[in-house]
């Protein structure tokens, strides 16, 4: 019986098959890097990193440090930074931060910024919180004026908090890749995965 040409030419021909098993016989690392053209997937239990595009450049932007001194904070050259945005009134944050501080104890290839946003805490009181959650020797910034971090909606600073705690994530030519929203453990696999994308590109 002569065969249909429409359901010829919807079966694979032999060489797409011998394409295909080609494909999956390469080495997972040549797999990997096929496959490394958009960053790998990050998920807390709530949340899952946001990319932002296109990545806007994040300026230098001056701080204070828990002492009250002016303090520019500056993203690294060459080095991928993660800047975690938390308040005092925070709950999740009370989780958050020494994640945070165990992360920049076990990956010093990163950099770590913890900005808080509290307006009216004084600076005894911002010490006194962080020494009971054992937090002592994250970079930690202050923002009371707003210069870095603004509300959702508003435009007068390069990041946006819709809630807390946010993490972004900055590359090492200073772009802002994107966020992570809640609480965040880098140390996790799937984080790390995400952190070595960026590290190495």
């Known amino acids: 019986m ?14 797409a098959v011998l394409a295909g098993i080609s494909l999956s016989a390469l080495p997972l690392g ?10 790998p997937v990050f998920r807390s239990e709530r949340w899952q990193f946001t990319l932002l595009e296109p990545a806007s450049l994040l300026p230098t932007v001056m701080l204070a440090d828990l002492k009250g001194r002016p303090a520019p904070l500056v993203p690294p050259a060459g080095k991928v ?10 709950a999740a944050c009370q989780i958050d931060l020494p994640l945070l501080a165990r992360f ?7 950099a770590v910024a913890a ?3 509290d307006r ?8 006194q919180y962080l020494l009971k959650l054992d937090v002592r020797s994250l970079p930690v910034f202050r923002d009371q004026a707003g210069t870095l971090v ?11 908090v819709m809630g807390m705690p946010v993490t972004y994530l900055i590359t090492p030519s200073a772009k802002i890749a994107g ?13 790390q995965r995400l952190l070595d994308y960026y590290v190495a590109a």
């Open 120 to 127: 009216v805490v004084a600076r005894q009181s911002l010490e």
């Open 30 to 39: 040549a797999a990997h890097a096929q496959a490394a053209a958009s960053p």
């Open 104 to 110: 920049h104890a076990a990956r010093p290839d990163v």
């Open 150 to 160: 603004s509300e959702a909606g508003e435009a007068s600073a390069p990041l946006r």
């Open 2 to 15: 002569v065969e249909d040409a429409t359901a010829a030419r919807a079966r694979p021909s032999r060489r």
């Open 115 to 117: 900005v808080c946003t």
């Open 179 to 191: 966020y992570i929203q809640g609480v965040a453990d880098w140390l996790t696999p799937d984080a």
């Open 81 to 90: 930074m993660l800047i975690n945005i938390w308040a005092s009134w925070c």
